[in-house]
């Protein structure tokens, strides 16, 4: 199976490639720069495969939440390449890839729970809370959010004594996240990596699997259109 993997949700722009078990992946920090670096950095990969285009089962996407933006340009081309390929698309959550990074670390530790967070502006974070199952991949635990980080500190207080662990952007934007937890381990500075999205993308069934013509992005903030029509964040 082949499975191609593309992201431009946040300031880092990735792409992946499951070529029958074995990964390859591209990363870098590029914000503005999506559009010129996204689709050659899949080529790249397609190329050190030694496959093309039109050996490919599915496209899967970073489906935010995540830049206005970016969710769009990633969404826009794996819809674009599956509809002339004639194959299905899967989009993966930028939250869930966040927490990925970390199932390993988890899983051996004995379990507990990791906490995404991406800055979202507006004073407010992506936030979702994850648990890592027995295949080794993480599950929601609870619908992802768009919340503020007050509100996030007053659930908090109210958490068991599981092990936590804490990833993303929006624990850099709001140290005081940091503060209110023992965490046991944190990685604020991480962004989406397509290596352990594709991880994800590898372990979805069939089933779930959309026609290109479903692709859509997750946006979380339902007034971002209006909000952001004028000012679209850096993608």
Not at 112 to 126: C, K, N, Q, S
Not at 193 to 221: F, G, K, N, V
Request: glycine share 8%.
């Amino acid at each position: 199976m082949n499975i191609l993997f593309i992201d431009s949700a946040t300031e880092a722009c990735t792409a992946a490639l499951w070529h029958n078990g074995t990964v390859l992946s591209a990363f870098e920090l590029a914000p503005k720069a999506h559009t010129h670096r996204l689709l050659p950095m899949a080529e790249q990969l397609l190329s050190e495969a030694g496959i093309d285009y039109n050996q490919l089962d599915l496209i899967a996407y970073g489906r935010g939440p995540g830049s206005f933006t970016g969710v769009r340009i990633a969404t826009a081309c794996a819809q674009g390449m599956a509809l002339g390929l004639d194959i299905p698309v899967l989009g993966i959550s930028s939250l869930a890839t966040l927490a990925q990074a970390l199932r390993e670390q988890a899983f051996q530790a004995g379990g507990g729970i990791i906490h995404a967070a991406l800055d979202a502006r507006m004073g407010e974070i992506y936030y979702g809370r994850y648990l890592v199952d027995d295949a080794g991949v993480v599950t929601p635990l609870g619908e992802e959010r768009v919340i503020s980080p007050e509100l996030i500190l007053s659930e908090f207080a109210t958490n068991t004594n599981e092990r936590e662990y804490a990833i993303g952007s929006g624990f850099a934007r709001y140290p005081a996240l940091l503060r209110a937890q023992a965490w046991q381990s944190t990685s604020p500075d991480a962004y989406p990596d397509a290596r352990h999205a594709i991880e994800l993308a590898a372990a979805t069934p069939e089933s779930h699997w959309q026609d290109p013509a479903d692709a859509a992005p997750i946006y979380l903030r339902d007034n971002v259109a209006q909000v952001k029509a004028a000012a679209p964040v850096a993608g």
